[in-house]
């Protein structure tokens, strides 16, 4: 998305902001109509935040699981009324009803997708607590990171305060191609697990950024579902050894495995199945 609005947005003024949704924003000073009048110089993200920066001005978005970025290139002119509709905030970047613009949106009931609007990007709270990001981590980096650690794989690797921009479903498929069991202790593993781990986050990581630049992704929500191998493909063959993708699920989210290629053919404990069944 970042790489979209460099080549789309960078260079265009703001000439409206529409606020369908007032619970997104989580900032009220600057207020959204500062943004107008600015030329968006720069995108950029800060882990899983998107960054626009509006001639110093920057407009920071965390989407969540649900929310999305859409790129359009010509506005409607009349602002949107507020309703039940996905669309939570429109950025015109030309006069309205000619020049082009993005909407953030967010499909579902669970509303968490959150913007501000902030003079540097270290005042909003999850960039200010990041990590370092993923990509720029080298194998000794995340060694060190991980020694000590007694928390499940899984967990650690989507703690934004200890490693940035790795979300749910790519820890499963950074899991899925290192061969790791996501319950394994984050700080026991050995060298050569280290190895394929490290080389895993940067294989899943590029390949996914890579597929999405080619999409664009800002008009089409579709890499994910072409370019995930175990996440969200619960009881389908694995594409690796064509063992059945599992799943374990908990309040407000799963994680799915390979038996055969992660845990040497032990299904995991799935507490909230184990009392469904009893």
Partial sequence: MAHHLREHAVGRAVARVDVVSLSV????????PALVGRQVTGATRHGKHLDVDCDGLHLVAHLSRAGWLRW???TAAMPPRPGRGPLALRVHLGPPGEGPGFDLTEAGTQKRLAVWIVHDPAEVPGVARLGPDALALSRDELAELLAGRT???KTAL???SLVAGVGNAYSDEILHTARLSPYATAGRLDDDALDRLHGALLEVLTGAVDRSVGQHAARLKGEKRSGLRVHGRTGLPCPVCGDTVREVSFADRSLQYCPTCQTGGRPLADRRM?????
């Fill in 274 to 278: 184990s009392r469904l069944l009893r």
């Fill in 25 to 32: 924003l989580k900032t009220v000073d600057p207020p959204p």
């Fill in 151 to 153: 928390e499940r794989l």
């Fill in 158 to 160: 989507t703690d934004q």
């Fill in 72 to 74: 359009l290139d010509t």
